[in-house]
Structure formats: C-alpha cells, structure tokens
C-alpha cells in the first residue's frame, strides 16, 4: 500500500473522530500515565489492514510503538495477539476506535472474500470486486479484496470500457446497434484499454461478441443461460458473471464456465471482523 494515500485516509478520519479534542480521555486520563495494550481477535478470519492500524496510531502520537505480530493475509483465530501497542495511555485511548474501525472492516472483507473462493476452488475462475465501495475507502477494499484470494475489477471510470444497461439504454435510444456502439466506443477509448459489455440473455452475448466485445458481462442471468453462454463463446471472449451471486449460488454459478465473478457484496455490505484492543 502506498504509504502517502494510507495517511491521507487516516488523517480524514482522525479529524472525524476529533481524535485530538478526546474529552473523556482529557478529563479521565493523566497525560504521564503509559502503557501496554494487546490488539487481539475474537473470531477466525482473515486479517488485513495491518498497516492503516500502525499508521492510525503513530499519527495520533508518534512516540507510541506498535509491533506486529501478523501479517495481512494471516489466517486468524479466536484469540491470535494481532499487535502489542505501547505508549502514552492517553494517545492509545484517543487512536483506538479508528484504528480498530480500519482492521475489523478490512479484515472482514478479506474474509468474505476468502469464503467465496474457497466455495470455487479446484474451478478455473475468479472472484473479482466491484465498484460498489465506501466512498474514499476504495483502494483499501479493493486492497482487503487481494488479501482474502480475490482480483480487483476496475479501480475507477477510467480504467477500462464498461458498457451497461442505461449506456446502451441510451445509445439504443438513437438507434445504435450493438456493433454500432462497439465501433464507436473502439474509435473513441484509448487502445490500451478492454472493452466490456453488459448483456441480459445468450442472444446479446452472442451479438456482443460478433461485435468485437473482449468481455462480456452475463448479468442477472439464469444459469441455464450462463451455460448457454459459455458454450457458445468459451474462447473466443472472456465471460464474467455478475448480479445478485450468492456463497450458495457461487459455485454453481462456477460450474458454467465463465472466467471471472463479480461479488459488489465484498465490500458494500460485508460484516466487520471482531478485533478488539485491551489493556
């Protein structure tokens, strides 16, 4: 992680959380009194967000040491010792709940993440993330996503061509075939970039195909027609399943063939991991 985008995102939420205007710790806690805290996990899962904790703390007090004793990407259990803390008792207390915000949230991603491709191992795909993320937290989602075993999909609009529904609903409008809006968007995004197309049943992946689309986005679809699908373009263009997939549905969803699954679940609706920090 690039150390200069972890302390921005630290600082914004510092100043949210009025981490230096600690009233109760102010009135409660003499500054002179230092101590020793644990960073410990109270359920199995994967960790992540190690470094955005460290961070969290040193920039409330940079005289606080934090040694950790995992690393992101560990398999954690019920009562690991995450990371010891030690300094002024005060600067721990006021660091403590962004801290732990960071490493439950990133570690539950990664362990979600972690379930889904446990559920499609031994199948040749992969499960990818979405655009569907905290505002301002994306590259650390999509950071937790790389630690749970999952791939990032787009990091933002311009990292690829992605042509879905309301931008067909639009083009469509005009009168544009699928070959025709292809064409235009082949003329007018940079060579470098893939073209992807969204489609609703095997008839449109056929069409986007025959159109000059690199990946086709089966979206919402039957698995029926997945299979479908796949039968009919396994080769000729990369195929990503999307909408609504499930931990129970994702491996059947596995089974049709297609070469990526996107989960928006990874990251706009995870649960945080339990991790607390005690003196």
Not at 163 to 168: A, E, Q
Request: no cysteine.
């Amino acid at each position: 992680m690039a150390r200069r985008n972890i302390q921005e995102v630290v600082d914004l939420a510092l100043r949210e959380d009025s981490a230096w205007s600690d009233v109760t710790t102010g009135t409660v806690i003499d500054p002179s009194w230092n101590t020793r805290a644990y960073v410990t996990g109270k359920e199995p899962g994967v960790l992540a967000g190690i470094e955005v904790m460290m961070q969290t703390f040193l920039t409330v007090d940079a005289g606080v040491e934090v040694d950790t004793l995992m690393v992101d990407g560990s398999l954690l259990k019920r009562g690991d010792t995450i990371a010891r803390v030690q300094g002024r008792a005060g600067s721990i207390l006021s660091a403590e709940r962004v801290a732990l915000n960071f490493l439950q949230h990133l570690s539950g991603i990664a362990t979600e993440t972690s379930r889904y491709v446990e559920a499609v191992r031994g199948l040749p795909v992969r499960i990818v993330d979405t655009r569907k993320t905290v505002p301002g937290m994306r590259w650390l989602q999509k950071y937790a996503v790389r630690m749970g075993g999952g791939y990032n999909h787009r990091r933002d609009l311009s990292d690829g061509v992605l042509i879905k529904d309301n931008h067909l609903a639009m083009t469509r409008a005009q009168g544009m075939t699928l070959s025709e809006i292809v064409t235009m968007a082949r003329r007018h995004a940079p060579f470098t970039l893939k073209l992807e197309l969204e489609v609703a049943t095997p008839e449109e992946a056929i069409e986007a195909a025959e159109a000059g689309a690199d990946i086709i986005m089966l979206d919402n679809m039957a698995v029926d027609d997945m299979r479908h699908a796949v039968a009919a373009l396994k080769g000729r263009v990369l195929l990503e399943a999307s909408g609504g997939i499930t931990l129970k549905t994702v491996r059947q969803v596995a089974e049709t063939g297609v070469d990526f699954i996107s989960i928006g679940a990874l990251t706009h609706s995870v649960r945080s991991l339990d991790i607390s920090l005690e003196f």
